[in-house]
Nanobody, 127 residues
Framework: QVQLVESGGGLVQAGGSLRLSCVVSGRTFSTYVMGWFRQAPGKEREFVAAVKWSGGITWYQDSVKGRFTISRDNAKNTVYLQMNSLKSEDTAVYYC????????????????????WGQGTQVTVSS
């Protein structure tokens, strides 16, 4: 079983920064992908960013490119999401997740491609 616990959310003014953390425990393998998703009220859960445990390859949703950075610390089994230049439209509950599968050419972006999820952490950006 895999457990994911997010932290680091909060209230921040537009233009500010936050860093989210996700600690992963249980059965973890270096070939999987870790992703961050978010869900605003009344909207579907959407992909934000992802990173491969092995090699550290990253990919992002277009709206966060240049503002958000995903990274991982393999020794601490922790994934981070550094969020800068926050906007009101970034307000959402943020979730980290582990991919259902693994592979060299596997770059999952859909929620259904992830099988383990954290409980979520609220990020509120005031304008």
């Amino acid at each position: 079983q895999v457990q994911l616990v997010e932290s680091g959310g909060g209230l921040v003014q537009a233009g500010g920064s936050l860093r989210l953390s996700c600690v992963v425990s249980g059965r973890t393998f270096s070939t999987y992908v870790m992703g961050w998703f978010r869900q605003a009220p009344g909207k579907e859960r959407e992909f934000v960013a992802a990173v491969k445990w092995s090699g550290g390859i990253t990919w992002y949703q277009d709206s966060v490119k240049g503002r958000f950075t995903i990274s991982r610390d393999n020794a601490k089994n922790t994934v981070y999401l550094q969020m800068n230049s926050l906007k009101s439209e970034d307000t959402a509950v943020y979730y980290c997740a582990r991919s259902r599968e693994s592979g060299t050419y596997y770059y999952p972006k859909q929620p259904r491609e992830y099988s383990y999820w954290g409980q979520g952490t609220q990020v509120t950006v005031s304008s």
